[in-house]
């Protein structure tokens, strides 16, 4: 098994899942009026952070990721799955449902994942 696949679908799923989460948990800040008052509302919220810390090390390990995979595969591989697991999650966090349209768009991107990762093997 290639590791590296794992690896990208992990970084994928780190920042595919975190998206909507820091969405969610970061509601009402449209409330506060400075920069200060924003930022002191965020760092009140536990579980922003954490969803914001999980964002990051996905970050990191991407970065990682690139030092030991193909660019033109890892970049993306990794972006288009990110898009998938945002799509999943927001749907099972009761955001907006995607239409046909948005189900062909999701099997195109899975289609053309698979090529980029196919062609390198």
Known sequence: ???SIV????????????????????KGIENCTSP???AWFLCTKPLYLISLLSN?????????????????????????????????VGFLLGEER????GILGTVLIIAGTALCNAEKQ
């Open 1 to 3: 098994m290639n590791f």
């Open 98 to 101: 995607f239409g046909k349209i």
């Open 36 to 38: 200060l008052q924003k």
């Open 56 to 88: 990051q090390l996905g970050s990191v390990l991407f970065y990682a990721l690139l030092g030991s995979t193909e660019l033109g595969v890892t970049v993306p591989v990794v972006n288009s799955l990110t898009l998938i697991f945002t799509c999943i």
């Open 7 to 26: 690896k990208m679908v992990f970084v994928a799923l780190l920042w595919g899942s975190t998206n909507p989460l820091i969405k969610k948990f970061s």
